[in-house]
């Protein structure tokens, strides 16, 4: 036993005692004991300095003569705080009607309604009606307003709570958001006009608590509360960032930055954010294809794993180029295809295809925030099985000319110039990409599957699948297993 | 009559130039004395003469100064230079004391700073001024050139071996840049919003560094005590508030202006100092420390003008502006036209400022143009409860004061407002002046 350590400092919170680190705020130390549901808030987040501002956190401290802001006063051994005492639900109630007095209340019409800050506190802590008698006060030219292509504005809505201009400010540091005249006649601008222009844009929306700043790849394409949201990962780069994919009937409506303080804080970049439309595009391979009379036909699977079966083990030289955006689990898996290959030569390489990214030592963050060169998600994961990198420029060597190539690889690699006469892709395709292969065989997308990566960070990342698979495309254990049935029922009817 | 430490009886001709302050009005001496004292005395003069700010809170000056760290350090272990700041922002509806010491002593100011600065350690500092006082800052430059080029001020002042650099900064005309906090945020060249406490500006000020912010008057006040000792000072006023200050007498008196009295002036004297209310009228209301301070009744001018009586009374002795309103004023609008300038220079980050202030402003219009509703009357009541105390500064309680003082104590007037349908001390027709254009722009 060691010598006594020091008691560590607590806080009492509606009289549950809680422990505190020097320095912590109320309201950090209500998070750690996951207390911070009863105390609502409209400026603080998590991911942005203080401001203050709101009012909405404030708490009753023992001994204190005026409410606290929980967001603001740190916490002092002893302390007592209460957070539903009629004080201090008094003054949520002052809040709310303040903030509801001039807003314009068009919930049906705003898309933010059902994950409104506004709506959600004002059911609980709010006043019924109001008393506002006046004309209420409305920005004509900023209703709705393009601060960029991706966000939209809507000044009456607004509460002033300015996380968005602190996110440009201490984020992002581009500095694009800001507020122009004072008191009531407060109104958000971009800089000069100019609009924003971060590459981080949704987490303006995502942390707008109201309906002021919406998302427009998001905006009007769904009633929120039909949405469920699922955790996974964004693969758009070797980064990692955990999201929520919100989903509704395995459609994926969009994504939103999950918390991952190790990876990702609090936010995502827009690249990653509307990556999910991959897998929603309409033009996705879901259905497996098979060249007849050179054309690209739809067809089944119990057309195409005879036929596929059958060129693996026609072919003499055989190349698999796996993508770098194939879980772990998937490349392991799919190595096992070469006991279906008889006496041929079976090249296996890695392929990443992101401009300028050949391994994971070419690869380097492009901003201070979280965007990272390589375009995919597991470039350290096919490094880590020992796999061997494809040429730079995505060509076999002059050698080598392979009679079958296969093509694996998650939505996100590259594919490779042309390596063999006979080509098949594996995994996940858009109509023009597999125009010059001989077959494809649809697999799932990160959000299809559950697996792990390894990221840039060498943190491998496990997850689940989110939704189900679309169409015919399926894992590649079930293909596996499928070509492993034909191959055995062909050489038991003597075939070939 | 008592004795004065920040005017004369008698207007000395050119008394903002660094000669006739030198000549006549014993300039720099107070400097020369407190640089032969450590600074701990210094502080300890100015303690025991019981001086409290002028600017509003009336907060102990002796002690704001002991706030300040002795040998503050940064992470790296080098020292932190400590500034200090002069709030010259006076906007508080009602006061022009500054203006006027601006005006005549500029010099007292500097000296006053530069003792200031000793006592506290200050290598650098500003003058925040108000940008609208234009001719201020034309003598107040010229003051500091002066200053500089005698060695009151730049290296090495008056042979001493203390160094101190100061410069002026000209606001642009925000209320709240009064507000210490927001003046610093101004003066680093951000948006003039105050800042949340703690950390106080003795820890965390102007630049990240310790800094000591005080008004105009109260520096000037600071060298008479550092000259002459304490003594003559704290037994001038109460026990608690020592010295004279100045009160900046407007509205319905005869002769209006500024008046060094000591503390201890009640407020029916002060009116009659300034020859009573105007023609002889009744008088109805006084707004004793600036427009933020809560209005007082005819009955209510028994009380002493300094900081603790008049709290005591339920106002503050505030900025030192007290505006008469005789029996022709009609409260209602009084009221109305001072919520509608709260509405214009709140800063807006808090919700119950930035929306409450506004709220008022239109309801108070809305009654004094007789669209009333008895109602109405218990919601400011309630506004008001909602937003004193509640907000990062004391701009909320200010709009309040008004606001709730006319309603407590003029109840009646509003009621007539409502069920009259009209001002009553108004013809059929007539609007005040100030809401001829006001309100008809709600969309911006």
Known sequence: MTAEAPAQPTITIDGRVVPFLPGDTIMKAAEKAALDGTIPRFCYHPGLPVAGTCRMCTVEVEKAPKLMTSCSTPCTDGMIVHTQSDKVKKSREGVMEFLLANHPLDCPVCDQAGECSLQNYNYEYGPRTSEFQEQKRTWSKSTTKKLSDKLTLNMNRCIHCERCVRFTDDVTKTHELTMLNRGWKKELVSAEDLGVVSEYQGNIADICPVGAITFNDFRFQKRVWFLKPRPTLCDGCSKGCAVWADEEKDTIYRYRARRNDEVNGHWICDSGRVSFHTYENPNRIVEPLLKVNNHLIATNWETLAPSFVKELQRAARIILVIGTDATLEEMKEILTLKSLVRNAVFDVRFYNGTSGVHTSADDKAIDDVLRRLDQTSNTKGAESLGLTPLSQNGQGSASSAYDLAIYFRGGRAGIPLKLATKEFGWGVFSKDEVQRFDGVLPGLATVEKSGSYINAAGNTQKFVAAVKAKGSSASVTRILEGLFVVARREADLGVN | ?444
């Open chain 2, 1 to 444: 009559m008592s004795e004065l430490f920040l005017t004369t009886k008698d207007q000395i001709a050119d008394s903002h130039t660094l000669s006739v302050y030198r000549s006549k009005l014993q300039g720099y001496a107070g400097l020369e004395r407190a640089l032969t004292m450590t600074r701990d005395e210094v502080v300890d003069q100015v303690k025991k003469s019981n001086l409290r700010g002028r600017g509003g809170a009336g907060f102990p000056t002796g002690m704001k100064w002991s706030f300040m760290p002795k040998e503050p350090k940064h992470p790296d272990g080098s020292p932190k230079p400590k500034y200090l700041v002069c709030n010259a922002d006076e906007g508080e509806p009602g006061t022009f004391k500054d203006r006027l010491l601006l005006n005549r002593y500029p010099h007292r100011l500097i000296e006053g700073m530069a003792i200031a600065a000793h006592a506290i350690g200050a290598s650098r500092g500003w003058i925040y001024v108000r940008g609208e006082f234009y001719q201020e800052i034309v003598i107040l430059k010229k003051a500091l050139e002066e200053a500089y080029a005698q060695g009151f001020l730049g290296k090495n002042i008056m042979g001493k071996g203390f160094d101190f650099e100061l410069s002026i900064y000209r606001g642009a005309g925000a209320y709240i840049c009064g507000e210490e906090t927001a003046l610093l945020n101004s003066l680093e060249g951000k948006r003039g919003e105050p800042r949340l406490k703690p950390p106080f500006p003795a820890m965390v000020g102007a630049f990240g560094m310790p800094t000591c912010v005080n008004n105009v008057e109260t520096f000037c006040s600071v060298v008479g005590i550092l000259r002459d000792g304490p003594e003559a000072f704290a037994k001038v006023g109460t026990e608690r508030s020592g010295g004279t200050r100045l009160f900046c007498v407007s509205g319905h008196v005869e002769k209006p202006g500024v008046y060094e009295l000591p503390l201890n002036i009640t407020l029916r004297d002060l009116i009659s100092h300034c020859g009573g209310v105007k023609d002889g009228k009744k008088l109805k209301a006084v707004i004793p420390g600036g427009a933020s301070a809560p209005m007082l009744s005819a009955e209510e001018i028994d009380v002493a003008m300094d900081f603790d009586s008049l709290m005591k009374a339920g106002t503050m002795a505030g900025s030192g502006g007290v505006i008469v309103m005789d029996e022709t004023v009609c409260i209602v609008e009084a009221a109305a036209r001072l919520l509608k300038f709260y509405e214009h220079e709140s800063c807006g980050q808090c919700s119950q400022c930035r929306e409450g202030s506004h709220w008022l402003a239109r309801l108070f219009h809305r009654i004094e143009t007789g669209h009333g509703d008895t109602k109405d009357l218990d919601t400011i009541a309630r506004l008001c409860s909602n937003m004193a105390g509640q907000t990062i500064c004391a701009f909320a309680d200010a709009v309040t004061g008004p606001a709730l003082s006319s309603l407590k104590k003029f109840r009646k007037e509003f009621e007539a407002h409502i069920t009259g349908g009209c001002c009553p001390l108004k013809k059929p027709g007539q609007k005040a002046p100030h809401f001829l254009e006001h309100h008809d722009h709600v969309a911006l």
